[in-house]
């Protein structure tokens, strides 16, 4: 099993760009997740979904946007970057709340994005 | 929604000696408090954790400890050694579905 993966694992972008962090895990996992790691600031929700077809949003969504078609990706798309969007982006995944290690989080290795 | 702070933000210690962080949180339906241990330049990896029903867990040398009237819970680590040098963060699960993480600390275990 891979896991969670993340592409790209680095990525610049110009202010005003577009641009989607993808994220897949091969875990059958119903829940996935985005978070933005700042300096000091620990891990902030972006994004979550319960399963396919289902998204809410977290404690930092603005300027932000996910789908979930299948039970395997969880895109994250970035609109119009701003320099306030510089930032390392994990993705997370883990098993329903009613099955065996329910809650527990599996990351992604990172993926490290700059806005100029 | 929920808010989890969390102290120190640094921590050093030396080798063989005990560590602790404390974390609090303010939502009472929080129901489950992981820690994580991230490694520079690395992705944060689980390592223990508790869910409200329990007021103590312990794994070998980590130890995690819960009070639920008080709204705090508390990472501890016995006889560090130098490779438990890492960023940990602690984290409440609000309405089941929204990880609030604390804003870390670095533990720095000196030989």
């Known amino acids: 099993n891979a896991g969670v993966t993340q592409t790209p694992k680095f990525q610049v972008l110009k202010t005003g760009q577009s641009m989607t962090l993808q994220c897949a895990q091969d875990?059958?996992?119903?829940?996935m997740s985005w978070y933005r790691q700042d300096p000091g600031m620990g891990l902030r929700l972006i994004h979550y979904?319960?399963?396919?077809?289902?998204?809410d949003q977290g404690e930092v969504p603005n300027g932000y946007n996910v789908s979930r078609s299948t039970t395997e990706d969880f895109p994250l798309r970035l609109l119009s970057a701003a320099p306030s969007q510089t930032s390392v982006y994990f993705c997370?995944?883990?098993?329903?709340?009613?099955?065996?290690?329910?809650?527990?989080?599996?990351f992604g290795a990172g993926s490290r994005l700059t806005v100029l | 929604g929920e808010n989890v702070e969390q102290h120190p933000s640094t921590l050093s210690v030396q080798e063989g000696d005990s560590a602790v962080i404390k974390c609090t949180y303010s939502d009472s339906a929080s129901n489950y408090f992981p820690w994580y241990k991230q490694e520079l330049g690395k992705r944060p990896q689980l390592i223990i954790d508790i869910r409200s029903n329990v007021g103590e867990k312990k794994d070998q040398r980590i130890a995690v400890t819960l009070n639920k009237t008080a709204k705090h819970f508390s990472l501890h680590i016995t006889e560090t050694q130098p490779e438990d040098s890492a960023v940990y963060f602690c984290?409440?699960?609000?309405?089941?579905?929204?990880?609030?993480f604390g804003s870390g600390t670095k533990l720095n275990v000196k030989p």
């Open positions: 875990m059958n996992h119903e829940y």
């Open positions: 979904s319960v399963g396919a077809g289902i998204t």
């Open positions: 984290a409440g699960l609000y309405n089941f579905n929204k990880f609030y």
């Open positions: 997370a995944s883990s098993p329903s709340r009613d099955t065996a290690g329910a809650n527990v989080l599996t």
